[in-house]
């Protein structure tokens, strides 16, 4: 069987709940949310991350390519 190559990438960024202190990891937040914690199921509103910053990481990694190719530049 032939492995796969990533076709994209995705940044997590994790949360501490205010409740238990577990890392809660959320995909990317680039607007206002509300998080749920797996561990204790408490709620809390989330400070969301700047969508250009999160494009430009994701240019530079070639949308996951550079990850995997070393001669990718």
């Known amino acids: 069987m032939t492995p796969v190559k990533p076709v994209g990438v995705e940044l997590i960024y994790l949360y501490p709940c205010p409740a238990c202190r577990r890392e809660v990891p959320v995909i990317a937040p680039t607007k206002p949310a509300m998080a749920q914690c797996d561990v204790c199921r408490a709620k809390f509103p989330i400070v969301p991350i700047d969508e ?17 190719d070393p001669d990718f530049l």
């Not at 250009?52 to 995997?68: E, S």
């Open 52 to 68: 250009r910053a999160m494009r430009f990481v994701k240019i530079m990694l070639g949308n996951g390519k550079a990850a995997i």
